[in-house]
């Protein structure tokens, strides 16, 4: 199934595509992708020179419109003032890329930078999507990319060799929930969700717990390795258009997201139950 016509720069009418995190990584990598495939492209960032030479090319290239956005997102004037543009009769796919990770031991960790992860991986794409779908629901058409994880499914596993994340992966659990309940909410209407959870890219995002932006001109790739970004992206666009909720780029098998729907239905069969029989001696001693 092809649907990219229903909402895409094909389908005529509004295609501005709005892209957080564009400056280096994933984010960069939608932008170029979407340009080439002719959305005009709202670019989102801090780094303001970054977002300046990438708008130049994208229009140089591809002959699109190309938008630069500076916003700290983690700023709610910022924020308020990027979700007034996400609201935009124009935009028709809204791709939540931009996160940092704040990693480190819970309690080493500055508690305004936990703070910051939060507003930055929650708030952010939360807000932007309220302000996203009305419009595009009374348009018929749209789409809703949030960027999570596989660090949201990490709950079972020590830190090493994986790093120190209880929030950051706690984050990242948050936009693959989101993202799935309201798709369940949104059921066949015109708007597409996705949520897509990466493994580890090749991409900035461990040159900085993400206080700062990385310095630099151009993006750069942090020394972890990982799978290239533009896989990642490919994965991405092309669950999109299949229809694809939980779009996972390394996942070869696919019914890995069935058997855990089962064993979240299994959890939850704990709901409506009486006490469970471990607990009932405790229950039992206060009567
Ligand atoms: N790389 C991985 O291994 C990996 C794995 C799974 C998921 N992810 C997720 O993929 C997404 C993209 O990350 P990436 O790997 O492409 O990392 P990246 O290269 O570090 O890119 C992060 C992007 O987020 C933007 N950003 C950071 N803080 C911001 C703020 N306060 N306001 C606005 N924009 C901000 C950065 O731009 P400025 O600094 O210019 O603001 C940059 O464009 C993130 O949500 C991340 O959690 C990454």
């Given at each position: 199934?092809?649907t990219?016509e ?10 501005t595509?709005?892209v957080?995190g ?5 984010g ?7 340009a080439a495939a002719?959305?005009d492209?709202v670019?989102?960032a801090?780094?303001?020179e970054r977002?300046?030479?990438?708008a ?9 419109r190309?938008e630069e956005?500076?916003?700290d997102?983690a700023?709610?004037?910022?924020l308020?003032?990027?979700a007034?543009r ?7 796919l809204l791709v939540n890329n931009?996160g940092i990770n ?14 910051k992860?939060?507003?930055?991986n929650?708030t952010a ?7 996203a779908l009305?419009?595009m629901q009374a348009?018929g ?13 990490s709950?079972?596993?020590p830190p ?9 992966a706690a984050?990242?659990g ?6 799935r309940v309201?798709a369940?909410e ?8 996705q949520v897509?959870c ?8 461990h040159l900085t717990?993400g206080r700062?932006?990385?310095s ?5 790739v942090?020394?972890d ?12 666009l092309?669950?999109?258009r299949t229809?694809e909720?939980?779009c996972?780029p390394?996942?070869?098998e696919?019914?890995?997201l069935?058997r ?7 959890v ?8 469970a029989s471990r607990y ?5 001693a206060?009567?």
């Open positions: 199934m092809d990219h229903e909402w895409g720069p094909d389908a005529g009418g509004p295609a595509a709005v957080t564009a400056s280096s990584g994933i960069h990598e939608y932008a170029g992708r979407l002719g959305w492209v670019l989102v801090r780094r303001a977002l300046a030479s990438l130049r090319r994208l229009r140089e290239e591809h002959g699109v190309a956005c500076v916003a997102l700023d709610a004037g910022d308020a003032r990027v007034a996400v609201a935009g009769e124009d935009v028709a931009a704040g990693y480190g031991l819970f309690t080493d960790v500055d508690p305004a930078l936990l703070t992860v939060v507003a930055l929650v794409p939360t807000v932007l999507t309220r302000a009305p419009g348009r058409r749209g789409a809703v990319v949030n960027v999570a994880s596989l660090l949201a499914f709950g079972d596993l090493d060799p994986l790093p120190q994340r209880a929030v950051y984050t990242k948050y936009a693959v929930t989101f993202t309201l369940a949104l059921g066949d209407g015109p708007v597409r969700l897509l990466p493994g580890l890219t090749a991409t900035e995002f717990t700062e932006p990385v630099g001109a151009a993006p750069q942090h020394r390795g990982g799978m290239p970004a533009p896989d990642v992206v490919t994965a991405s092309t669950a999109l229809g909720t939980v996972v390394g996942l070869e696919a019914r890995a069935e855990l729907a089962e064993a979240e239905a299994g939850r069969s704990g709901a409506g139950a009486p006490l009932r001696p405790a229950a039992d206060l009567r």
